[in-house]
């Protein structure tokens, strides 16, 4: 039962993160990149300390212990702060393309560090659907030539980083509440992120933001503030490799998203990618599941 309301949760931040990616474009532009993110991690971080007074959960913030504070400064650090500030300068170095990508392909570094200290078994089910999750993200984001460049090496490192607050997320969930460990992630990585602004003379730009800036920095606070809650609550009960393969379907409807409102045609190649990442998706957390379906369906019919 569990594992169902994992998938769900999970599902749920697949399509959160697929509708976010498309409305980001647009919330993003005239503003700071960094600023951007440290304001909407501090109003998240904000949120989610609400939802814990809502739900009278206080008390879980004051019997974390200081081992449990660690670990959430480092969900912080690896996932709230230093990544964010990676990926937007190596985005700057790229291309679009390439950066998603590298970016995508966290379930395979996700995967490979779950085995080693999650101890994770990687069944055929999730061998299959990595080489078919790859194989559709190149074909979805029309990658022909690939040339690593410095940006990319950054993007690589945020990817890398945001695997490991994946691996220690999912540690840290075994004690402590969904809701406590998203809070960690977002006031810390807001933390950090408002001192980089400060050392770097950026949080004087606030003073530029327009109302129109305020209003898209809100909107785009409530889709991370579901992200986050969402992941976090599935992380908590499904494993971490199958939890990042499922995130990739957001690039499908990512994908849809643009091909509606911006006027562009999918190509035959696109359109395998997204079926070759549907079908990944699907190998990664039911192939066992449908293998056994099918060896009882032999065995009931060699009885009869």
């Known amino acids: 039962m569990n594992n169902k309301k994992g998938l769900l949760f999970i599902l749920g931040t697949a399509l959160i993160s697929g509708i976010s990616i498309f409305i980001n474009k647009f919330g993003v532009k005239g503003i700071d990149a960094y600023l951007f993110t440290g304001i909407k991690n501090l109003i998240v971080a904000l949120l989610l300390c609400s939802l814990i007074l809502l739900v009278r959960d206080y008390r879980k913030l004051r019997e974390l212990t200081r081992k449990d504070l660690v670990r959430l400064f480092l969900i ?3 996932g709230g702060s230093i990544p964010f500030l990676l990926f937007f300068k190596g ?3 790229t291309s679009a393309s390439q950066g998603a990508f590298i970016h995508k392909t966290m379930f395979v570094w ?6 080693i200290f999650l101890k994770e078994k990687l069944n055929k089910g999730i061998i299959i659907g990595a080489v078919l999750l790859l194989a559709g993200n190149l074909l979805l984001l029309k990658l022909n030539n690939f040339v690593f460049s410095t940006g990319d090496l950054l993007i690589l490192g945020a990817t890398l980083l945001w695997s490991t607050e994946t691996i220690i997320s999912k540690h840290t969930l075994k004690t402590l509440d969904s809701r406590i460990v998203a809070f960690g992630r977002m006031f810390f990585g807001s933390l950090l992120i408002i001192i980089f602004l400060t050392i770097t003379n950026r949080i004087s730009l606030i003073k530029a933001l327009t109302t129109t800036h305020i209003a898209w920095i809100l909107i785009t606070s409530v889709f991370l503030f ?9 992380l908590k009960q499904i494993k971490a490799s199958v939890a ?3 995130l990739l379907l957001g690039s499908v409807i990512t994908t849809m998203l643009n091909l509606s409102f911006a006027n562009i045609t999918i190509t035959l190649s696109q359109i395998i990618g997204v079926t ?3 079908i990944g998706v699907a190998s990664v957390v039911g192939f066992t599941t449908i293998i056994k379906k099918i060896q009882s369906s032999f065995s009931i019919a060699k009885a009869k």
């Open 110 to 115: 996700v995967s490979i560090l779950a085995l």
């Open 276 to 278: 070759l990442l549907i």
């Open 244 to 246: 990042t393969s499922i």
């Open 91 to 93: 985005l700057q170095m």
């Open 226 to 234: 579901g992200y986050v809650f969402t992941w976090y609550s599935g």
């Open 76 to 78: 912080g650090l690896t």
